[in-house]
């Protein structure tokens, strides 16, 4: 066990330094010479123009600025922002608990309607419920979130009044110092009557939207993959066993026909983290999707360059977790490999 | 009564191969929503060809006077402009439906140069094998590895915001899928007698890869090709949403969505009306892709 969790994460290295390479180069292909930025439009001394490009390091060989590069983001320096002159790590990481906050709700909206609507439509192949509930999730897997979010702003928050339009909390209302960065949790830390409301008033919105692509393709999947299940041998023998029907179905076929959905789960993350970008931007949700938006609308490259690069290590991170999980539940793929 | 009428129509096809394509529609016309899909694709793409004919107005044109009009049949609609007009008076129907125009041209394009480099690189990965496949494959792992949407953000930000680099941005997006998909199956055939008998009958490896092995691989291919046109439709509408894809005036769906949502209380239907056009476009796509994949890939037909 040990081995293949060594080998597995030891695979992840290269795409690591490759990932850094892409962004490195990406950011030398940014129109604009950084030196020229700083300095101006208006000529200055060739002298001072030697000393700024010294100072940035841009009169190293290429291959040394790489290097320089990854030694720097090993150091956990993932360069300055231009527009707020603060470290790109320690604004993402104050950004991230509230991406964080958004995208565990949505998450949790999707695995709890999605696989019991899944397991239900499985169960009741070919009814009314099942056809009508694989017409809604073709319909949510086609969807385009932000158009999702600005109908349900127009709908729910705008026409019926019953949520907020944006934001995390109601800030004229609550104030206080971020302790976790997850609203929910600070808002109960602050002590201040109805903060936890609000704060949980406004994530419903932006959850549901979020949620939504998962949501279908979970349904979808679990559905297949019970179907799939409920047909093995071993669902007949327990079957003919006279076990109750709950105990067949919530033990010996669920348990089998959730390993593929688990795996699914896992790989949302990726298109979590997209939809993330577009669901923070329609609801002015402050997290790193709509700051990662913002930094190109500024041209703040440097805080874009170190915005992707964490954006992707979470993201490469969770994957890994994910397979080895995966190889913790299923022994199959342990010995396979 | 029905299961007479049924044996009457396969009949004629039921003496044996009757021909692939024949095989392949009486399969994929067994799915309902597959052919009210295509049927429902093909009007949009009617649309899109003859966009100058249906069109009443270019998409483009500002009627000043006529700005943020409702769709003729509600109140202060007006006929000449059926479906309302925008902030700037353009007439709401004529953009949409050179819109179409935009987005199929979109996934079209990314679908048509991600396969073909796609096939490329899978076919040269799964033959060459050794420090050539691990290289290529390396590289997809590492799209792979960031998010679809952030990628193409990142590409965008490099390349420029406009519609030729959001085609060029979606289709690296896409691109790992299918050189994947093409390796796979390469590799599960290039071990099979058919293959060793063409090349010991000394067939030329370019000709091994593209007319011996390629057609054996071909019909999940086409199925993840028709779902990736919705899929890229999707994406490029989301960078245009942004501000990072088609750059106004282009009627782009995406774009057309950015430029409504100050007017979401106001005048709701300038927001409705483009994402339904992108729901509806992409609804079809896939439920047509759904009937494809049933029809020629019977291995992952869904139960």
């Given amino acids: 066990m040990f081995k293949f969790l060594l080998k597995r994460a030891a695979l992840t290295i290269p795409t690591f330094f490759a990932l850094m390479f892409v962004t490195f180069v990406a950011i030398r292909l940014v129109p604009g010479d950084p030196v020229e930025v700083r300095t101006g439009e208006r000529g200055i001394s060739p002298e001072r123009l030697a000393q700024f490009r010294h100072e940035l390091g841009l009169d190293q060989p290429v291959w040394k600025q790489f290097l320089d590069y990854v030694w720097q983001l090993l150091h956990g320096d993932f360069g300055t922002s231009i527009v707020t002159n603060e470290r790109v790590l320690t604004e993402f990481f104050q950004l991230f608990p ?17 696989i019991p609507a899944g397991v239900i439509a499985a169960l009741k192949r070919g009814s009314i419920f099942d056809q009508t509930l694989m017409g809604i999730s073709l319909t949510g897997f086609s ?33 206080f110092e971020p302790v976790t960065g997850f609203m929910l949790i600070d808002s109960l830390l602050s002590d201040q009557p109805g903060a936890f409301w609000s704060a949980l008033h406004h994530l419903v919105l932006p959850a549901i939207v979020l949620g939504t692509v998962p949501l279908a393709t979970l349904a979808r999947m679990t559905r297949s993959s019970m179907l799939e299940v409920l047909s093995e041998d071993y669902v007949r023998t327990a079957r003919a066993k006279g076990l109750s029907t709950f105990r067949v179905i919530g033990v010996h076929a669920l348990r089998n026909a959730l390993i593929p959905v688990v795996t699914i789960i896992g790989l949302q993350v990726g298109s979590l983290m997209a939809g993330a970008v577009l669901t923070e931007t329609i609801f002015s949700w402050p997290g790193v999707g709509k700051w990662l938006i913002e930094s190109i609308g500024r041209r703040d490259y440097p805080a874009l360059q170190g915005g992707i690069l964490l954006i992707s290590s979470v993201v490469i991170i969770v994957n890994l977790t994910v397979d080895i999980l995966y190889g913790t539940i299923n022994p199959r793929i342990r010995h396979g490999r | 009564m029905a299961a007479d009428i049924s044996v009457v129509d396969t009949a004629p096809a039921i003496p044996a191969p009757a021909g692939p394509l024949r095989a392949f529609w009486a399969s994929f016309s067994e799915n309902r929503g597959a052919v009210i899909g295509m049927l429902v694709l093909l009007l949009i793409v009617l649309l899109a060809v003859f966009a100058p004919l249906v069109a009443p107005y270019s998409p483009t044109e500002q009627f000043r006077e006529f700005s943020k009009l409702p769709p003729a049949w509600s109140e202060g609609g007006d006929w000449r402009y059926v479906l309302g007009t925008d902030a700037l008076g353009r007439d709401m129907l004529s953009r949409l439906v050179y819109g179409a125009r935009v987005s199929l041209f979109i996934g079209l394009a990314v679908m048509v140069v991600s396969v073909a480099v796609g096939v490329a690189l899978g076919l040269v990965a799964a033959f060459a094998g050794g420090i050539t496949d691990v290289a290529i494959m390396r590289v997809m792992d590492l799209i792979i590895s960031v998010p679809g949407l952030v990628l193409a953000i990142l590409i965008v930000s490099v390349l420029g915001p406009s519609l030729a680099n959001t085609i060029v941005a979606v289709t690296i997006v896409f691109l790992p899928r299918y050189v994947r998909l093409v390796r796979a199956s390469a590799m599960g055939e290039i071990g099979k007698d058919y293959v060793t008998a063409a090349r010991v009958a000394g067939v030329g490896r370019l000709r091994l890869m593209a007319s011996t092995v390629l057609p054996n691989c071909l019909a999940p291919l086409i199925v993840q090709a028709a779902l990736g046109v919705s899929e890229a439709i999707l994406e490029a509408a989301a960078l245009g949403f942004l501000g990072l894809g088609a750059q106004p005036p282009t009627p782009e769906w995406g774009s057309m969505l950015a430029d409504s949502r100050e007017f979401i209380r106001s005048n709701p239907w300038i927001v409705t009306l483009p994402g339904l056009a992108i729901l509806v476009t992409v609804i079809s796509i896939n439920l047509m892709g759904d009937g494809l994949r049933d029809a020629l890939d019977p291995k992952l037909k869904r139960s």
């Fill in chain 1, 98 to 114: 509230a991406t964080l906050e958004l995208s565990f709700f949505a998450m949790l909206f999707a695995i709890g309607i999605g």
């Fill in chain 1, 143 to 175: 969807m385009p979130i932000f158009w999702w979010g600005l109908l349900l702003i127009m709908l729910v928050a705008e026409r019926w009044g019953l949520t907020p339009v944006s934001g995390r909390i109601d800030l004229i209302r609550f104030y």
